[in-house]
């Protein structure tokens, strides 16, 4: 081999080094620009998973929580005498149908008219032990408020006092209710129940209207008055996921 052919062999080869370096270079180049969005889509997805909560969801799993059941029927109608937990198995159940047919993964904790433990306190126990078990990201507990006064009348949305998570998810699905009722907006609550002592997700009691309220029982037992309060908390929650996402907690 001549020295211009050595020289030229060479010069390939320093090329083809130079060219195999380039490449590693930009693979690592491209692997911790990679890496670096994903840290920054991690900080930025942990900033806003932060305004809204402690813990970040530990599944898809909507719960959705038929108050009362079985030996406790809850409110009744004031006209009627219609149970509580009838009316609330027939929304829940609604909202299980809307909630499945937008793609989300929906648990029970009650299917049927019984309750889900012999005693009050296994009752609430056994629904706790459901949202636990199945890793909720969300609990939805669907009730049927009663008060004194016959004239106070229309859904309230409560959060476990102190949650942002909670407020926020209970803000969205009081807006969307009020839109999907033709009612005017109203706040949501902050609360200390047991059912939305439930560290690990955002969750949100709704009463969907009062059964003291003559016009009100009547919507409530409305089957096409149950389809929009379905839509309405269906809405509500897909707002908040929304809004999850795009960090605008506003
Ligand atoms: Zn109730």
Not at 107 to 136: F, H, P, Q, S, Y
Not at 169 to 193: F, H
Request: glycine fraction near 10%; hydrophobic fraction near 40%.
């Amino acid at each position: 081999m001549c020295e211009g052919g050595r020289f030229f062999t060479e010069k390939k080869q320093i090329i083809r080094k130079l060219a195999d370096g380039a490449l590693a270079a930009a693979v690592l180049f491209g692997a911790l620009a990679l890496a670096w969005q994903g840290v920054r889509g991690t900080r930025k997805a942990a900033s806003v998973l932060s305004v809204f909560e402690e813990h970040e969801p530990a599944s898809s799993v909507i719960v959705i929580d038929a108050g009362h059941g079985g030996f406790d029927g809850g409110a009744s109608g004031s006209r009627t005498g219609v149970r509580e937990a009838e009316l609330n198995l027939a929304v829940a159940r609604l909202l299980e149908r809307e909630l499945v047919s937008r793609g989300y993964s929906v648990v029970m904790t009650r299917t049927d008219d019984d309750a889900v433990g012999e005693t009050k306190g296994a009752d609430m126990e056994n629904r706790k032990l459901i949202m636990r078990d199945e890793r909720a990201c969300v609990v939805i507990s669907i009730h049927m408020n009663k008060f004194t006064d016959p004239t106070v009348s229309g859904p309230m949305v409560f959060y476990m006092k102190g949650s942002e998570r909670g407020k926020a998810l209970a803000d969205c699905i009081m807006y969307s209710l009020c839109e999907a009722l033709g009612r005017p907006q109203r706040c949501s609550n902050p609360e200390d129940l047991f059912v939305l002592r439930v560290p690990e997700a955002p969750s949100v009691l709704v009463e969907c209207g009062f059964l003291s309220n003559p016009e009100d029982e009547a919507l409530l037992t409305d089957p096409e008055h149950q389809k929009k309060l379905a839509a309405g908390v269906a809405d509500g929650l897909a707002d908040y996921f929304a809004r999850l996402n795009t960090g605008d907690n506003d």
